[in-house]
């Protein structure tokens, strides 16, 4: 059973394990722990983030409180809290105790500072009792990078960590640290002190490799058909059906119609999607595979289809290999867009369709639907990037399926970014859409639906921060070389790409975290240089190892 409750060295974990019952795991700790200024806090703080990695066979007790002190003679003892009672009656396997930030207030530090170990080693003991005592994680606490709230990190690096060491020392506990990965990442702590969405992801990550002694699996979707050469049966332009602009719409001559992808390589694929030009419309098709020629091979019949879609529709199959796909429409007034998912471990991400839900004076709105593509159990997020220059960010923290529609409001003369993120028992997966959303103003009430005027645009990286391998999309207005640049804080470039872009073309810049030769580099951050005929642009992006 997977539980969440709001109010371990791996031979320790494996043991626990072993047992029928689930792992209970305790967090003590103060308003980072709680989530304070994340919405939902019992799914999107760090805990309950970790719990979503965890999966099933875990138990989770989140029992921070805004403000809390270790310090017994603070100003609010997490002791005299009811969420301590009752942690102590969870019975918890494991325990993580992250306290320390509140005490470093001139009213708590200055006056009872030499009362701080003592009362560590009380908590410690406290846990300790009976008969199957918990593990135990004492936790170095994050950076503080300004005074807020009277939270002064000069403190809590001088006074209260060397005390926490000291008592990891003592007692034989296991030591967590928060401040050491997060030192150069400001920007995941928007007021200073308090994670933000990312930031509580990356602290799950964190204690989800200290648990279990591996890393969270990341994975991306690929689609297949990105890239190659498609001939439609009837003349049409069917190139439309590769292209991420959510407005491009194929629209055949007449039905039947086959279009032909002609894949690069051979692929071994799993799942399909497609993103009809309106909701009301129902599809009917199948879709073929071809192994080197070996000759077409059913995969998937919708030939009977007499339902419209939800949003989009998907198919899974049997992983099979091919070199050209084929997709037979019989009914349809025009699709938007096709997509054939390269076979992946585990689970895909899940489909966004756009449309347009109305044009006010200042701003655009779009309704942005979520069609899940294997849906196994997972939850997903939703990253936006405003281009203000401050990258990516979560929009909403873990939903299930059942929330099936977002709002996108985008004012005028902004260009907005999103894609996704899925979580499932210690994997993510990106999905390969990435869409972008934005309102010219032409001086008239209108639907944006057709071709919009041609203009260069270079998406900001996603995801950021990133680990293996993050993706820049570039939209051609001219034709002519693009450069794409990774720079390191030292100046030196350590990575270089040349491509050539056809106007009107939209191209993928990936790096996955390697210099020319092939070397890993360290996590950090790197600025990423991308010259193409319009001009240069340059953005940061933070490698997470």
Known sequence: MKRFLFAASVMFLSSICLQAQDVKIAFIGNSI???????????????????????????IMNSGVSGCTLLRNGNKPIWDESVFADALAFEPDIIFILLGTND???????????????????????????????????????????????IRDSVIVNGIIPVIEQVIEDKGLNRLDFRTPFLDKNELFPDDIHPNLTGHREMAKILFETLLGYPVV????????????????????????????????????????????????????????????????????????????????????????????AAAYTDTIQPVNVTGIRLNLFQS??????????KKTGFHGPVMTVELNREAKSSTYYNIHFTPVTNQGEVFSLYRDRGNGMGFSAVFGYKTFDYTDYLAVVPLDETHQFYMISYLDGA????????????????VEKELHGTLPAQWRVSANYPNPFNPRTRIMYSASETGPVSFQVINLRGQMVYRADQFANAGETIELVWDGRDITGREMPGGVYVFKIRHPNGMQTQKAMLMR
């Open 104 to 150: 470093s207030k001139p009213l708590n530090w200055d006056v009872y500072q030499d009362e701080f170990y003592g009362d560590y080693v009380t908590m410690v003991d406290t846990f300790s009792t009976g008969d199957n005592p918990p593990e135990i994680w004492a936790c170095l606490p994050p950076p503080a990078f300004s005074i807020q709230w009277d």
């Open 428 to 443: 993510e997966t990106t999905s390969t859409q990435f869409l972008s959303l934005f309102r010219i103003d032409t001086g």
């Open 33 to 59: 722990t709680e989530g304070y200024t994340v919405a939902g806090p019992e799914i999107n703080a760090y805990p309950g983030q970790l719990l979503t990695y965890l999966g099933e066979g875990y138990e």
């Open 218 to 309: 990341e994975r991306f979707d690929r689609d297949v058909l990105a890239g190659s050469v498609v001939v439609a049966s009837d003349g049409s332009n069917a190139e439309v059906l590769l292209d991420s602009l959510w407005y491009s719409v194929f629209t055949p001559a007449g039905t039947p119609v086959s279009c032909t992808f002609s894949l690069n390589d051979p692929v071994e694929v799993d799942a399909f999607a497609i993103i009809p030009e309106s909701l009301d419309d129902v599809l009917q098709y199948t879709i073929e595979g071809d192994d080197n020629n070996a000759g077409w091979t059913m995969l998937v019949d919708q030939s009977g289809n007499a339902d419209p879609p």
């Open 333 to 342: 007034s025009g699709v938007s867009r096709f997509i054939a998912l390269e």
